[in-house]
């Protein structure tokens, strides 16, 4: 019999028929746990009115698929990838997130009137086939 | 009490500490690990209607997805908006299948990764 490691959600007997269903259990050794190998923080400030792109390194040997989050400093909302604010709120687009062999890319359309400081939280993933 | 199975990072007691990022595996009811349902890869392009691609899942409940667009060896992340002229690409995700869209033109190799989770 082939070993194996099942944690299940609370309320769930992982020893019963509930605890073979994957959306009942926390972790499941058969089953690949979707891995970041890199996460880091940037800064960069966009001139108003301007799509601007923020990079940063990633420091890995390959080209990795990537995530992130933007927050305009002074404001309190975090941007997804293809997420936008409007006046009088954050009034910026987060337009795209990508990385190639060297860096993480981040184009923000920034709409306002004034120039925006933008904090950004990105995640590397693991390889992609 | 709820299962959980906690892994630390270097340098910190998995059995005193209590900041999430401090572990490599932090899980339990209320940080479950994503678990991974199928992957691959789907080349899509260049004009309507062979501008969109359909995965097939079959879950029959809307699933946490992810899908990255090879753009000339640049990895794009697919969100449900394309914003971006540059980046043109976008997602969406049902109970049975997701659907990938390429306004770039050209054929993109798009890379997906649906998981267990339910949204």
Do not use: W
Request: aromatic share 12%; charged share 10%.
């Amino acid at each position: 019999m082939a070993e194996l490691i099942r944690v299940s959600k609370q309320g769930v007997d992982v020893l019963g028929s509930a605890g073979t269903v994957p959306n009942n259990l926390i972790f499941d050794s058969n089953l690949n746990t979707f891995k970041i190998v890199a996460s880091g923080t940037t800064t960069g400030t966009i001139p108003s009115g301007s799509l601007g792109t923020i990079h940063v390194a990633h420091g890995l040997s390959f080209t990795p698929p990537v995530t992130a989050f933007v927050k305009r400093r002074g404001f309190t909302n975090a941007l997804t990838v293809g997420a936008f604010r409007f006046f009088p709120q954050d009034d910026y687009k987060f337009f795209s997130a990508s990385a190639d062999p060297g860096s993480v890319n981040f184009e923000i359309n920034n709409t306002s009137s004034n120039a925006g400081t933008f904090d950004i939280s990105y995640f590397c993933f693991e390889i992609p086939l | 009490m709820g299962m959980t199975m906690r892994v630390s990072l270097p340098g910190y007691d998995c059995l005193t500490d209590g900041t999430i990022d401090h572990y490599s595996i932090y899980a339990d009811s209320d940080n479950v690990l994503i678990k991974e349902f199928s992957r691959g890869t789907i080349n899509i392009g260049p004009t309507f209607p062979n501008n969109q691609g359909t995965i097939t899942h079959s879950l029959g409940y809307i699933p946490l997805a992810f899908s990255f667009a090879n753009s000339g060896g640049t990895q794009v992340f697919v969100s449900g908006n394309d914003l971006s002229s540059s980046f043109p690409f976008h997602m969406n995700v049902g109970t049975s299948n997701i659907v990938l869209t390429n306004n770039k033109g050209g054929t993109i190799t798009f890379s997906y990764f649906i998981f267990y989770d339910q949204l």
